[in-house]
């Protein structure tokens, strides 16, 4: 692709996210939660607190942090399974809740969050790739959320600072030798190379997950990668800290 | 309550709807979608077509209706256990899935529908009382798109009108010996009686179901809840046909 | 059908019951047991005592009654699978063992019956249609023989009644247009409407089930429908009084 | 024990039967059907015919037999969960249901059978001791009713005979160091080994399955027991055939 | 087979055993582990000690033992599902699984054991005839030296003697009319009738199952297969004691 | 660790492996098969061969691989739950036989596979860190021989290199602020940060996942983790040819 190298299906440039959105305070019932789009990708994400923590962790003064993803049997193109029905959760989605638990865990310190227990559910409205990277950057937005309102209940102890950062995601790929940021599903299929990166708001890194779906890739590809993601996230947190920014 | 009777927490009178909205083409890959709101219950139901049917029914000419019904876990007021995590579907979920798609094979002739099938998925982003009467009063318009669609795809004849009807559903119940017609949660946990109506546009019955939650009620009750319900309906089939009157 | 009209396929007439028989002390273990047939259909109903309450009822002071229904795999005239084998019970099952429980619990004052459990066991031996019926109607006499056994063995409190009435369910539908009372099989299959009705002794209702299985019925269908059941029941109770007026 | 050595809690002597009752004909539906009690122990056999054989079978020309046993929850004197609530089936019901279907397949010409399947299920009543080898004894007697309709059926070809024998079933049990026949629940409970026999007709046996639940058992008490089971078999040998003489 | 009679296609007499090799210490986290081989077979036996006893056991003073086995999916000459993949244990699975418990537990002083508990691991690396038998012969191997590791760190109160004994378990078997002695997997689909028999150091039964595959089988024949067991579980009651003679 | 910086607990450097051992032809029934270690850790691997593809895969000509990871339950310190025993498999067990299908997908040419598939089963017999880079290593060299087995017995055409490059995996990781190489299980819960790599024998890369355990890591860190990564897997690449360069 010599002349118009870059140019993706949708007119980005190969360094440019989908227009994100984040919309705060979308369930009454949820201590935290929000619908966010990454261009048609739409998560919808909640954060609810409860008091105490699992049965493992009683008694340590220590708090926990967990995740649950899912998609819309319809979320896709082809309709899929439920899983409920199936009555049970496939490798993926397993793989992917564990992903956004960790990444979440990695910005809270348990001690201050004392023995409360935040699950952070993200299901998939609407799938154009990228859910997963939406979920994480969502579900931060709403634990933080939902941390404020364990601050007002007192559930979280006066002058504790249960966050200690921020945390947002990403994909990155190599589609047709050149590396893009924030695939879409049509270029996701086609990618070379896979990646997702989890990066906290200083640009350092949680979690780098990549793949080779055809050729192993080089490192230097695996470097180009790298620096695209991380511009990529300090993006995304300026989008997280606008939305935050304003009243709920 | 002697003065006052029958005006509602939110003020309603002990006929009145709460608020409908019926938003189409909120999923850009489903054959039919709509988000239906009650109040602050939120249902997302996709309409999903494919050729083809179940294996029992090959060969028949005729085609076939299903719903699958489901909610989030945050979408009530305290968080619930996902239904795939458990591994399997509780009573109830099944009870209201096969509600939904009786009460849309009423309305469907499946000789005109030809071998083709469509799934309707009804998920519930948020609980506020009467989630099963929204899902099919969202699902009929989902799915008279999703025809709409597989007759401009050809899949179904020319000529060949699968929809025979319409349908919609309503709660009613007797609250302090009062019947109201839409139930809102916290009006339907003190119910002492809970009837779910499911009426075709003519005004006619698909189902009734009728619960004592309390006192065994009777016939007068049973009556006035009926008639409650049918006007109830009716204002519902005017929704929807005011949603579908619309260019998608 | 012009001249005998309502002459059914047994020679019964539109209103009339099939024979019913209830015999109780059909087990040497549970606390109540009954064997009752609605013509073909036998259901084996035990209730079982045990002391305490689950969990979520604990320290309430209230009791609790709940029941499971299943058929025998050759209860029908082709074998099913064993739910137990396919390792998840069906929605039919739940559905049913839900409806069973509610029309027991209906006749219950939890606050005499005390921190204990019933839990009813509605087993199809054979089924030939209303086997939902048979089962309630059996099971509230095998639940007032527990009952007693609970009083004599004083883990009811003395002097408190937890049966606060009685409950009985017959099946009613339209037949080629004729409304016709407790259905057999080869009714039920060919029935445009089919409705389910549990009556209270003094001629109220727990539970109306109603269900267009072809056309959607009218105003007047359901009242001469629920005519029928209220006579049905009423039949149906003194059958339960009568044989509870023997000794065991 | 010196006096009354073998004189047992219900009066039987040591190689005496509880009395044996087998009714052919309890189901309408199914094409064999039996109840049969060994004392309180009480099963319920239905054998059902299937043209056809599963599909590791297919174009063999030879038929199936196979069985599933299951005790209903409160066949026992304390209510036991339901396997197909708990979900999953348990290892005694497998180990049970898998000697059923060897004992009746030791009597099978599957040849004979041609390319026909039996299932024999045997539900559990009311449980007292013995219900394996009751379900094994009522079970042959099914069985043979159901070939004797497919036989006058022409499933089977003509001057076929799938039966190639007969088949009974007998536990007998080592209590306070004396050998017992046909063990009731508790006698069943104290013995020192228990063990049960199928037997053919002709007094050879199918299974032999021997175990110490306290100390280990000598050569010689196996011996004896034994001997105990070959005539308890015999015995059930007559009963069957009596059964089996008159007409359904 | 007038001449040979009795060589075996491994050039084995009938009442041969195959090698029989047991290598203690193959685990470094186990209390107990043995790599045990009946010629090919090869099954792999830890047994873990943990504090306390099942719930049902609890305040008893006594401890418990029991015993999982499963096969590798390849451990056969065709892959096999993984039973965690289905997402249920088969019949065979189950019942095999009690049998080793049970054949362990016959040498156990439960009070001794105090309320400890050991479980036996018993998977096979490599099958090829008599699996069940080498898992018993092996797991009680490592049975002992769990509970010498228990006495050694006095979870076990000095003086006690929880191993009231010594069991192993040998196949037994008729093939072409002969009795044969550790059947291989070649043996084993050919035998007419096939035999498991598990013995005390001191010749006794602890459990014979012996099962007609083909005709039934007469007195003598079962009595010259439990002579050639009793001598195969002598053999390997010597093999047993040799390899625990040595230290670890 | 100011001094002995990088001295690790079993004495080796920062950038040594562990010693590597490599078996094969561990199983008489399988196509391929390998008992690999790295230090304690031991997983037996496993290939089967099978003609025929998945049904989604049929008729396009290409073959198939895949994988299954499982740990035996004695396998760690603590004895884990078998997932059979549980019904499902968890998230972790999915995750890690999804890594390893994966990775050996990356080295086959599927076209040059033909229809055929094979099935990698790594089995954990002990584990101390790593146990899925050892997995991935060893299932490898399981696949080489049965893909020379595939090769020999014609199911893969004359002259077809199904194999087109050689693939190891290997763990790093930040301990006490120092990156490591091929972490044991003491190292693994202490770490900073975990990253498993898999790298193809020319040194490109098949995956890199990275996490951080406690803080986030900066860019360098990564790059140092990443080369010592690439070393280690080039000596894994030699191991891996030394033991296919001897005879089977």
């Known amino acids: ?3 118009n190298e870059g140019v993706r299906t949708d007119g ?30 739409k998560v919808f994400c909640t954060a609810s607190v409860t008091e105490g923590v699992p049965r493992w962790r009683k008694g340590s003064g220590e708090g926990w942090v967990t995740a649950e993803y899912s998609m819309l049997p319809r979320s896709t193109n082809t309709r899929g399974d439920r899983e409920a029905v199936r009555g049970k959760i496939g490798g993926r989605t397993h793989e992917i809740s564990r992903l956004i638990g960790r990444s979440l865990r990695a910005v809270i310190d348990f001690k ?10 993200c299901d998939v409205l609407q799938a154009d790739g990228g859910t997963r990277t939406a979920a994480i950057t969502g579900a931060y937005v709403a634990l933080a959320d939902a941390i404020s309102w364990a601050q007002s209940k007192k559930l979280v102890k006066h002058g504790r600072k249960p966050l200690t950062g921020t945390v947002s995601a990403v994909s990155v790929g190599i589609v ?12 996701d299929v086609t990618a070379e190379t896979d990646m997702n990166v989890v990066c906290t708001g200083d640009g350092r890194f949680v979690e780098v997950q990549g793949t080779a779906e055809g050729e192993p890739f080089a490192r230097e590809e695996l470097n180009s990668l790298l620096d695209l993601a991380v511009t990529g996230c300090a993006e995304l947190d300026a989008a997280q800290r606008a939305a935050l920014a304003t009243a709920l």
């Open 176 to 187: 047709g030798g050149v590396p893009l940021l924030d695939l879409c599903y049509e270029e």
């Open 1 to 3: 692709m010599p002349e």
């Open 12 to 41: 980005r440039t190969p360094g440019q996210l989908r227009p994100v959105h984040i919309e705060r305070g979308w369930s009454k019932h949820a201590e935290g939660s929000v619908l966010i789009s990454f261009g048609d990708t």
């Open 112 to 121: 201050a969050l004392g023995e409360n227990t935040v699950v952070l559910d």
